[in-house]
Nanobody
Framework: QVQLVESGGGLVQAGGSLRLSCTAS????????MGWFRQAPGKEREFVAL????????YYEMPVKGRFTISRDNSKNTVYLQMNSLKPEDTAVYFC???????????????WGQGTQVTVSS
């Protein structure tokens, strides 16, 4: 089992920045790809960003491309999501998740964190 804990959420004004962290414990593995997802009230969970196990490859959903950056520090078992130029439509609960695959489909992720709230005011 792998346990994932997100942190770093909060309230920020539009145009501001936040950095989310996701720390893994338990049977961690550097071969896991790590993804960030988000879920706004009344909406389905959506993919945000993905990073490979060694950090060499990343992928972003179009609404966040150029504003968000995913990275990881395997020595700390931590994945980050740097979010810049935040918009009110970025308001959601953000989740990190781990997968053996290179995939944006939530059903293919094996482990999930509990989520952290990000609220962007206009």
């Amino acid at each position: 089992q792998v346990q994932l804990v997100e942190s770093g959420g909060g309230l920020v004004q539009a145009g501001g920045s936040l950095r989310l962290s996701c720390t893994a414990s338990g049977r961690t593995s550097r071969t896991y790809a790590m993804g960030w997802f988000r879920q706004a009230p009344g909406k389905e969970r959506e993919f945000v960003a993905l990073i490979s196990g060694n950090g060499d490859n990343t992928y972003y959903e179009m609404p966040v491309k150029g504003r968000f950056t995913i990275s990881r520090d395997n020595s700390k078992n931590t994945v980050y999501l740097q979010m810049n130029s935040l918009k009110p439509e970025d308001t959601a609960v953000y989740f990190c998740a781990a997968t053996w695959l290179w995939t944006v489909a939530a059903e293919n992720y094996d482990f999930w964190g509990q989520g952290t709230q990000v609220t962007v005011s206009s």
